[in-house]
């Protein structure tokens, strides 16, 4: 079972960030399960080698592989299906990883961007949040379960596009806002205040994160009534983080590795090569499995 757990190849550099983000997820609740990937083939009905060209960012796997490892694993199909769902529309057209051969492939998708990137990546993860996870007893036949007529079942679609509404609203009021024409300048407000982290995001969950290239957050790292470590960007202590993520939580992150001193460089919410090299270090210093992907384990160190 354990002949290829050995430490994850790394992934291209060129693969899109939200092709990397699935294959991140899908790594990391293989190793959870403590699934060999013989052993999640002879699970799933796809062949090992399938499995390792997928799980290495060679190819992208088809929406049926993606349930059949969701049900593996007993893992949120819905969410993975979402994130893949992003994924193709990343690859497609591209000279990222090869899309596997699978239905459901978007028209039209839209254009790559660190910010694109990151609303796309957390609308569908909030959508999918919003609701119940594909259960692994629904027949293959239903919608959204990999049968071919839908990638995702109607109702995400529908929370999906009332995210991208929202989303809409919410830069347009941050643009007419008073108060918020400084942030370039050390954080100064027009209004003469000081940003901090709980202005920047009160509750991280509702507010869109928007990457700024250069921006580096303030770091208000505080021990909470719970005894647990904040920066005051995200309450989570589950959450799968890896290269790639553009999100509050990746701030957090990196605010907490450099509490610890593991500096990760800029606080600037994209979770890039230095920020990796920065939780490898901290994993390997927690003797934790050194994979470079934010977890419930590396949580866990962080918030101590």
Same mark, same amino acid.
């Given at each position: 079972?354990?002949?290829?757990?050995?430490?994850?190849?790394?992934?291209?550099?060129?693969?899109?960030?939200?092709?990397?983000?699935?294959?991140?997820?899908?790594?990391?609740?293989?190793?959870?399960?403590?699934?060999?990937?013989?052993?999640?083939?002879?699970?799933?009905?796809?062949?090992?080698?399938?499995?390792?060209?997928?799980?290495? *960012? =060679?190819?992208?796997? !088809?929406?049926? /592989?993606?349930? %059949?490892?969701?049900?593996?694993?007993?893992?949120? #199909? $819905? @969410?993975?299906?979402?994130?893949?769902?992003?994924?193709?529309?990343?690859?497609?057209?591209?000279?990222?990883?090869?899309?596997?051969?699978?239905? *459901? =492939?978007?028209?039209? !998708?839209?254009? /790559?961007?660190? %910010?694109?990137?990151?609303?796309?990546?957390?609308? #569908? $993860? @909030?959508?999918?949040?919003?609701?119940?996870?594909?259960?692994?007893?629904?027949?293959?036949?239903?919608?959204?379960?990999?049968?071919?007529?839908? *990638?995702?079942?109607?109702?995400?679609?529908?929370?999906?596009? %009332?995210?991208?509404?929202?989303?809409?609203?919410?830069?347009?009021?941050?643009?007419?806002?008073?108060?918020?024409?400084?942030?370039?300048?050390?954080?100064?407000?027009?209004?003469?205040?000081?940003?901090?982290?709980?202005?920047?995001?009160?509750?991280?969950?509702?507010?869109?994160?928007?990457?700024?290239?250069?921006?580096?957050?303030?770091?208000?790292?505080?021990?909470?009534?719970?005894?647990?470590?904040?920066?005051?960007?995200?309450?989570?202590?589950?959450?799968?983080?890896?290269?790639?993520?553009?999100?509050?939580?990746?701030?957090?992150?990196?605010?907490?590795?450099?509490?610890?001193?593991?500096?990760?460089?800029?606080?600037?919410?994209?979770?890039?090569?230095?920020?990796?090299?920065?939780?490898?270090?901290?994993?390997?210093?927690?003797?934790?499995?050194?994979?470079?992907?934010?977890?419930?384990?590396?949580?866990?160190?962080?918030?101590?």
């Amino acid at each position: 079972m354990w002949g290829d757990m050995s430490p994850w190849k790394q992934l291209p550099d060129a693969l899109d960030p939200r092709a990397r983000h699935l294959v991140v997820q899908l790594r990391r609740l293989k190793d959870h399960r403590g699934l060999s990937l013989q052993a999640l083939a002879s699970r799933t009905g796809y062949s090992r080698s399938s499995w390792d060209r997928y799980l290495n *960012g =060679r190819v992208l796997p !088809p929406q049926q /592989a993606v349930v %059949a490892f969701a049900r593996a694993c007993d893992a949120d #199909a $819905e @969410r993975l299906l979402a994130l893949h769902e992003l994924a193709v529309a990343a690859t497609d057209g591209t000279k990222g990883a090869v899309r596997g051969k699978g239905p *459901g =492939r978007p028209r039209n !998708p839209e254009p /790559a961007g660190q %910010a694109g990137t990151a609303g796309q990546i957390e609308r #569908a $993860e @909030r959508a999918v949040r919003a609701g119940a996870a594909l259960k692994p007893g629904v027949p293959e036949g239903e919608p959204g379960n990999g049968d071919g007529r839908s *990638g995702l079942r109607p109702w995400v679609i529908a929370s999906v596009a %009332a995210a991208v509404t929202v989303l809409t609203v919410l830069t347009a009021l941050l643009v007419i806002t008073p108060g918020h024409g400084g942030e370039e300048h050390g954080g100064e407000a027009q209004g003469g205040h000081v940003a901090t982290a709980d202005s920047a995001a009160t509750d991280p969950e509702q507010q869109p994160f928007v990457f700024r290239p250069g921006k580096d957050h303030p770091c208000p790292v505080h021990r909470d009534d719970d005894g647990l470590l904040y920066a005051g960007y995200s309450k989570t202590r589950t959450a799968l983080i890896g290269k790639g993520s553009t999100q509050w939580a990746v701030v957090e992150a990196q605010c907490l590795l450099r509490h610890h001193g593991f500096p990760p460089g800029l606080a600037d919410g994209i979770f890039g090569s230095r920020t990796e090299r920065a939780v490898k270090r901290l994993q390997r210093d927690a003797h934790l499995v050194v994979d470079g992907v934010v977890g419930e384990d590396t949580w866990g160190v962080l918030r101590k």
